[in-house]
């Protein structure tokens, strides 16, 4: 079965480091790639970075220099490396494949990982 679990959040002062996982099983693979998102609580969830297949790093502009996205294809894990973190960057951070799974014609997403960072 389908299932991304994401760890690693917790509650940080503003310039502080978080380092996030997300496990990939039943027939996801992280390495086909896979993106990073985060939904602050009555927002739309965005997407804030992606690694694809190739290796190929990409990020929004609000966490370019600050976050990185790396994987371990032997853990099936992707990782979201966050650095100096702003008040701003507090939300629950998910991750997907990249194309977003489908499951039951409906999105599939785990349960998040929430990020408090405080000022």
């Known amino acids: 079965q389908v299932q991304l679990v994401e760890s690693g959040g917790g509650l940080v002062q503003a310039g502080g480091s978080l380092r996030l996982s997300c496990a990939a099983s039943?027939?996801?693979?992280?390495?086909?790639?896979m993106d990073w998102y985060r939904q602050v609580l009555g927002k739309q969830r965005e997407l804030v970075a992606g690694?694809?297949?190739?290796?190929?790093?990409n990020y929004e502009e609000f966490v370019r220099g600050r976050f990185t996205i790396s994987r371990d294809n032997g853990e099936n894990t992707v990782y979201l490396h966050m650095n100096n973190l702003k008040p701003e960057d507090t939300a629950v951070y998910y991750c997907?494949?990249?194309?977003?799974?489908?499951?039951?014609?409906?999105?599939?997403w785990g349960e998040g990982t929430l990020v408090t960072v405080s000022s």
């Open positions: 997907n494949r990249h194309p977003i799974i489908r499951r039951n014609d409906k999105d599939y």
């Open positions: 039943g027939g996801i693979f992280v390495a086909n790639g």
């Open positions: 690694i694809t297949h190739d290796g190929d790093t």
